[in-house]
């Protein structure tokens, strides 16, 4: 059965950084496309960045330069590096495979405030 | 970067059917954008119905189904159930950068 559980979040003032894990189980995330995705408060989804098998990493526009998407294939397990993090960035951030393994998890919520 | 545009809510009756879709501001969608389609109900995580234009997971009902209507990804309800009462998010990959429309509000009532 597939499964993704994000961890991480939690509170951080703007210009802080955290370190967001989405452990998976049930396939293999290094052979598979990988989405890290978010929703505001109150808002709709938001793609952040794009992993795919072959290593290659695409990244919104608000996320260049700020996010890292790493993974670590011996642990199943792929990373959302998040520096420089501002107010607008508050959020539940997503881990979510492709195509037939397109499932997502529960959600890891990043709060940045002051 | 694209814009996605999905009708904002949508009231379908219990039985009925209805058929949700998303506009590109690229112009026509074809498989190649790989559509996607995601269920989110209040204070849970969505879930994908839908990808790759047509194809379902195990846990998606038969009642949905997944198509391209006139350049544009549709997910269609066919026999409407009470729990089928969510937001629906559309996502499309345009060689790269992924975008999600900005979701549809279905009542069933």
């Known amino acids: 059965e597939l499964k993704l559980l994000e961890s991480g979040g939690g509170l951080v003032q703007p210009g802080g950084s955290l370190r967001l894990s989405c452990a998976a189980s049930g396939f293999i995330l290094g052979n598979n496309g990988m989405s890290w995705a978010r929703q505001a408060p109150g808002k709709g989804l938001e793609w952040v960045a794009d992993m795919y098998g072959s290593g290659g990493i695409v990244y919104a526009d608000f996320a260049k330069g700020r996010f890292t998407v790493s993974r670590d294939n011996s642990k199943n397990t792929l990373y959302l590096q998040m520096n420089s993090l501002r107010v607008e960035d508050t959020a539940v951030y997503y881990c979510?495979?492709?195509?037939?393994?397109?499932?997502w998890g529960q959600g890891t919520l990043v709060t940045v405030s002051s | 970067q694209a814009v996605l545009t999905q009708e904002p809510s949508l009231t379908v009756s219990p039985g009925g059917t209805v058929t949700l879709t998303c506009a590109s501001s690229?112009?026509?969608?074809?498989?190649?954008?790989?559509p996607y389609w995601l269920q989110q109900k209040p204070g849970q995580a969505p879930r994908t119905l839908i990808f790759?234009?047509?194809a379902k997971h195990s846990w998606t009902p038969a009642r949905f189904s997944g198509s391209l209507l006139g350049g544009k990804p549709a997910l269609t309800l066919s026999g409407a159930q009470p729990e089928d009462e969510a937001d629906y998010y559309c996502?499309?990959?345009?060689?790269?950068?992924?975008?999600f429309g900005g979701g549809t509000k279905l009542t069933v009532l």
């Open positions: 979510t495979g492709h195509g037939g393994n397109s499932g």
């Open positions: 790759d234009t047509q």
């Open positions: 996502l499309l990959s345009f060689s790269g950068p992924r975008v």
């Open positions: 690229t112009g026509p969608v074809t498989d190649g954008h790989y």
